[in-house]
């Protein structure tokens, strides 16, 4: 028995535990040096027809992959146009082929478990293929077709530019993507192509006949670089390439240079206020500069020990010491052919949001007042000396390095300067490109967030600058079809407006009124509510809601609005709203004809679209029998929310001061009942005062 | 390597490729039952390492949801030699703020009866001793060790069934890993706690309370789920987060991170015996442990459908989910086909329906298993409306599509190239070092054996269009459905 209790333990004892082996400490460690790393050669030559082509066998797995870069990009929208590029990208591959359509070319490589895709970035389009081996020559075959003889079917263009709208529409629900996209419009400049987005209003403009026009201009051989790597020979490749493209020749002038960056500074701090999170997502930047810089190395070292890596100071001070962030991080971020951007970027809960961006400051100045500790410095470089060797560690890398060298006309050995130029940098170089080049004075600093949940307002930083985040609606998208132009829609337009002025009670009288006050229950879902408006012609505007206790005024150009919780100026999406009631406003809407600044057109027998140059618009439609206006149709977006269409219908036409008006109205938003109103009185003529209207109303007292 | 091509061929050719894969394979246990599966790909002198430990937020004890989240965050702090100025005094101030926090809970669970000048004062003491403690803290050291050592990839996942810690080294640092990896669940050092806490609880707010569809599918899961842990997301309630002891995660690493709980997979330029030498030298001090316990809560059947709206201004978002069992059950191919049939690339049903061909809808998809698969689960699938589009009228489309599936037998042709693309899918899986390394751990763990990479191929070509149409009558039923779908708040203001 003994012995076996011996036993047991003894073999307890080897599998670890009591007299464990001591190990080493990690400094102890000696490294062998890393083996030779062999960089495989691609292959390279230009096709009889212009095309560059690089080729490169990897023969681990049967698979062959295809990259072509094609010098085009969307820096060369049309400003009119944003996104035409990107457009025509994305048709080329789903708008099909001469023979096939898009769908059919789906079912074919998915048949086959390949792919085919085509997009678009700022400075290249590009082009890629992957197959299985047994299918590579189909596979090339699709590719081969996509590239030269795109049919861009309208209905692919449609869906684009149906995803798109949603897209736009779309853009402000993920605040942590906001601060950098609003970042880059302020660093380098809304109107420039490197600081715009494409916009409701460019869809507007965007036809077939621009995507095959611009798929002409830059998508030609002597424009394209192809990089194909895989399970193949070299030498079988090549004939392929050869005979399959010896056809495609077409030919235009070169393509000019991407725009110069012209943008000046544009420090400040902005803000842009979103009430559905619990975090702060921010952005600061400035521009920064290109691979090409002679300070790039030491720039990449200095933005590392601030902001990259779980032991740069950002995270060291702002996550782990302070608690304050999950992320946070700085970079520096070069690019090929134009200036980049230096970017501090993060995220904090509300309350440590003012906090967040002060502690990043400190951090900011201490890098261009002290050098670094030696410790830093080495362990930075150390990181991207010791880590150099995953440069090589696939083929696709090495090959799509050497094709991207050679687009943006670097050297080939660029990698191995940029590895010799990390060896060199100094204590005393990144304290100068610091100094020179993260300049807290030229930040742009932007925040997406609830201000009311910070603990310090951020105005304790400086003046604040609000963002508007409302999307701009398409200035055409309520006229369809331009009734402008059409001189007989405006004529028959202004027949059907007078007929109506006729059935109110005369033009005259309505002309007559000069202010209204209105009272209105509204039932909306389950809520009941009083409504009082106030309308002094022509542009002033009153609305008190009971007994939620909304006040809001406006005089068109701007207002306030009251709520239990304060008083504020009006926030711009709501401003928007009242200018929308304003020129709804009954007398005047009626009036149109008589506003030099609306045009009032006929969209149908019985309805005309009514549009003032300032970017409103409704639709009304008359009752064939009696010509008083039935229904009003407009567009609004909701606070933060989509843009619906809202429908009124009315009822219930009672006279008043010899005016006849409707009592009755109900309420529909995108098709679905959303309220009732019902009037219980009108006045008309009453002699209010404008300073009635805009009187604030008096502060609860607590 | 030409013999991959036979992958793509059915039957007896495929067992091939298989065994020729199996050569690049080292499995070993160690004698406290932590596993080894060593891939050799000598392309380049890089190695990934993957260390993935069968555990998971469904193993939070009740009211800790989120520690295991929380664990996996203290794994980066460092060891008693790794992270400390000053060790002895460390600890002994470490030791210090729980008594000062013991204090303090002590007073708080009197309730209505605690001393709020009392509470204060434990606060303020506490406050003081972290900052004592922190003061012999050597930052991050664990982390720089690893980046000025070349490491790339480095980071860390908690999900329901699985926590996984990753990264890659040169080939002349697998030694630093070695010691670096053992050391950190051999005796992890649980300093900064209540910082990190914090850093926690911010990542909840920015995955979860800031995201739209975070939001949306927190309440998908906390509604389809009556009982079994996949009610709640991995990272926690926030109330839980704020009020993580850290004894609470020292026991729950005591309980699960026992060798026997833990594979690793290495996967590049090694060699397999180094290796072995290696992982005896520094995991096998390791002490044996018994296997932790399995989840015994099992989700009772659901009774009827189930509805939960979300107020978002964000623009409207739908997810739709049904009841499905376990990976382990014989149906499991049969759904997986059935959701690439349903979503998979530009072919699937959902995407030409409601996307391509009726415009309806921006993106749709589905996914076979959620939010993971080690017990019975959801087939999810997820709508994003276009504009002027509503999620009423998406739904509908969708379940046209469905009751369509239940109804229509799906084409042979359709079949085959479900069967080509999971195959081309496998292929594509192996040709990198962190892949090979991660999908071999999880495979060994979740089927016992690795192979099942290679072998659910063959389930997946037994699979008919007989059994898809079955599964989808079989589990895509009203009864088994929870719909989850964003409504805009209620709107003040001018009209």
């Excluded at chain 1, 035409?84 to 023979?99: D, I, M, N, P, Q």
């Excluded at chain 2, 001090?285 to 459908?305: F, N, S, Y």
Aim: glycine share 8%; with cysteine; hydrophobic share 40%.
């Amino acid at each position: 028995m003994k012995r076996i209790l011996l036993a047991a333990c003894l073999a307890a004892c080897l599998a670890g535990g009591l007299f464990a082996q001591a190990v080493a400490s990690y400094k102890d460690l000696k490294y062998p040096p890393l083996p030779q790393v062999k960089i495989p050669e691609p292959t390279t030559f230009t096709l009889s027809n212009g095309m560059r082509v690089f080729l490169l066998e990897d023969h681990e797995l049967p698979l062959i992959h295809g990259l072509a870069m094609v010098r085009t990009g969307n820096l060369f929208d049309p400003p009119d146009k944003k996104g035409l590029s990107e457009f025509t990208a994305s048709v080329l591959r789903s708008g099909g082929t001469k023979v096939k359509t898009g769908d059919q070319i789906d079912e074919e490589l998915e048949n086959m478990a390949a792919s085919v895709e085509s997009s678009m970035d700022e400075t290249s389009g590009s082009m890629s293929f992957s197959a299985l081996k047994e299918n590579g020559d189909t596979v090339l075959g699709v590719f081969k077709d996509v590239m030269t003889s795109p049919e861009f079917r309208q209905e692919k263009l449609d869906l684009a530019i149906t995803q798109t709208r949603s897209a736009i529409g779309r853009r402000n629900d993920d605040a942590s993507a906001i601060p950098d996209r609003e970042m880059a419009r302020i660093v380098y400049g809304p109107a420039t192509p490197y600081g715009w987005q494409v916009e409701y209003e460019d869809l507007l403009h965007i036809h077939r006949d621009d995507l095959v026009q611009f798929y002409r201009r830059y998508y030609f051989p002597k424009n394209i670089m192809l990089a194909v790597y895989g399970d193949f020979k070299i030498s079988e490749m090549k004939e392929k390439l050869e005979k399959l493209f010896a056809g495609w020749t077409v030919e235009q002038p070169p393509v000019p240079k991407f725009p110069e960056v012209t943008a000046k500074p544009a420090p400040g701090i902005y803000f842009a206020e979103k009430s559905d999170v619990t975090q702060t997502f921010f952005a600061m930047g400035e521009l920064g500069g290109t691979l090409r810089d002679k300070d790039y190395a030491a720039l990449q070292v200095a933005a590392n020990i601030l902001g990259q890596g779980f032991t740069s100071r950002l995270l060291s001070q702002i996550r782990t010491k302070l608690g304050y962030a999950y992320d946070v991080s700085a970079s520096w971020s070069a690019n090929w052919d134009h200036p980049g951007t230096f970017t501090i970027r993060g995220s904090t809960k509300s309350q440590s949001t003012t906090e967040t961006l002060q502690a990043v400051r400190v951090e900011l100045d201490k890098m261009r007042t002290a050098e670094v500790t030696p410790r830093e410095l080495d362990e930075a470089k150390d990181g991207v000396l010791n880590s150099f060797v995953f440069f090589f560690d696939s083929p696709a890398k090495t090959l799509n390095r050497v094709m991207r060298y050679e687009y943006y006309g670097y050297p080939k050995d660029f990698l191995f300067q940029y590895q010799k130029a990390i060896s060199a940098v100094t204590r005393a170089d990144v304290l100068r490109v610091a100094k020179e080049r993260f300049v807290p004075e030229n930040l742009a600093i932007v925040a997406v967030g609830n201000p009311k949940e910070f603990g310090k307002p951020l105005s304790v930083l400086g003046k604040v600058n609000a963002i508007d985040l409302t999307i701009p609606e398409p200035k055409s998208d309520t006229k369809p079809e331009s009734p402008k132009a059409d001189a007989a829609a405006v004529e028959r337009g202004r027949a059907l407006l007078k007929r109506a002025q006729q059935a109110m009670g005369g033009a005259d009288k309505l002309a007559g009124v000069k202010d209204m006050i209105q009272s209105v229950d509204m039932a909306m879902g389950g809520t009941k509510m009083k409504q009082q408006n106030r309308w002094i012609a022509p542009t002033t505007f009153r609305q008190e809601i009971q007994p939620i206790g909304i006040v809001a005024y406006s005089d068109g150009k701007s207002g306030w609005l009251s709520m239990p919780q304060g008083l504020l100026p009006m926030p711009p999406p709501v401003l928007k709203q009242a200018q929308g009631e304003i020129f709804r406003e009954w007398i005047t809407l009626a009036m149109s004809d008589r506003d030099s600044s609306r045009t009032v057109a006929a969209t149908g027998p019985n309805a005309v679209e009514i549009s003032s140059a300032d970017g409103q618009s409704a639709r009304l439609e008359f009752d064939a029998g009696t010509g008083l206006p039935g229904v009003l149709i407009y567009k609004e977006t909701g606070v933060g929310g989509p843009p619906s269409e809202i429908r009124e219908t009315f009822s219930d036409w009672r006279d008043v001061d010899g005016i006849k008006l409707p009592f009755k109205a109900l309420i529909e938003q995108n098709g679905k009942k959303t309220g009732e109103a019902s009037v219980s009185e009108i006045k008309l003529n009453t002699g209010i005062k404008p300073e009635e209207l805009s009187m604030k109303p008096e502060p609860v007292k607590k | 390597m030409r013999v991959w091509l036979l992958a793509l061929l059915p039957g007896l050719l495929f067992a091939q490729s298989l065994r020729e894969f199996e050569k690049k394979v080292t499995e070993f246990t160690l004698p406290n039952g932590m596993r080894f599966l060593i891939i050799e790909r000598h392309e380049a002198p890089v190695v990934s390492f993957h260390t993935y430990v069968n555990v998971g937020s469904v193993d939070d004890p009740s009211g800790e949801s989120g520690i295991a989240h929380m664990f996996e965050h203290m794994a980066f702090k460092g060891t008693a030699a790794i992270g400390s100025k000053n060790w002895p005094k460390e600890r002994a101030s470490l030791a210090h703020i729980e008594e000062v926090y013991d204090k303090l809970d002590a007073e708080k669970r009197k309730g209505f009866r605690a001393d709020p000048k009392k509470i204060e004062a434990n606060q303020a003491e506490l406050k003081d001793a972290i900052a004592t403690a922190d003061g012999f803290v050597e930052e991050n050291e664990y982390d720089r060790i690893v980046e000025s050592n070349g490491g790339v990839g480095m980071n860390a996942s908690t999900a329901e069934d699985s926590t996984n810690y990753f990264y890659s080294f040169p080939e002349n640092r697998i030694e630093l890993w070695f010691l670096l990896e053992s050391e950190r669940f051999l005796h992890p050092v649980f300093r900064e706690f209540y910082k990190e806490r914090d850093v926690v609880r911010e990542e909840r707010r920015m995955r979860v309370e800031s995201s739209p569809q975070g939001k949306l599918v927190e309440a998908l899961l906390a509604t389809s789920f009556a009982a079994h842990p996949y009610r709640v997301m991995p990272g926690g309630w926030g109330s839980d987060i704020d009020n993580f002891r850290e004894p609470e995660a020292e026991q729950f690493y005591k309980k699960y991170y026992t060798p026997g709980n833990i594979t690793i997979g290495i996967a590049g330029d090694v060699n397999p015996a180094e290796a072995r030498r290696m992982a005896e030298k520094y995991f096998g001090r390791i002490p044996k442990a018994p296997l932790p316990p399995m989840v015994r809560t099992v989700e009772p059947k659901q009774e009827g459908e189930k509805r939960v709206a979300v107020e978002s201004p964000a623009q409207p978002f739908l997810a739709i989910a049904y009841k499905r069992p376990s990976q382990y059950s014989p149906d499991d191919a049969a759904l997986d086909v059935l959701s690439d049939i349903l979503s998979g690339g530009r072919t699937g049903l959902i995407y030409k329906e409601l996307v391509r061909d009726k415009k309806i809808a921006l993106g749709a998809g589905s996914q076979d298993t959620f939010p993971s698969g080690k017990y019975p689960a959801l087939f999810l699938f997820y709508v994003i409306p276009s504009q002027g589009h509503t999620l009423e009228e998406n739904e509908k489309a969708l379940y046209a599509i469905i009751e369509h599936v239940k109804k229509e037998k799906v084409d042979d042709a359709t079949i085959a190239r479900v069967r080509i693309k999971l195959r081309a899918a496998l292929i594509r899986k192996l040709d990198s070092n962190s892949g090979l390394a991660s999908e071999l751990c999880s495979y060994s763990v979740n089927y016992g054996d690795w192979r099942k990479l290679f072998t659910e191929l063959e389930e997946y070509d037994k699979v008919t269009a007989d059994d898809v149409q079955r599964v989808a009558k079989t589990y895509l039923i009203e009864n088994g459905r929870t719909v989850a779908y964003t409504v805009a708040p209620a709107e003040g203001g001018a009209k």
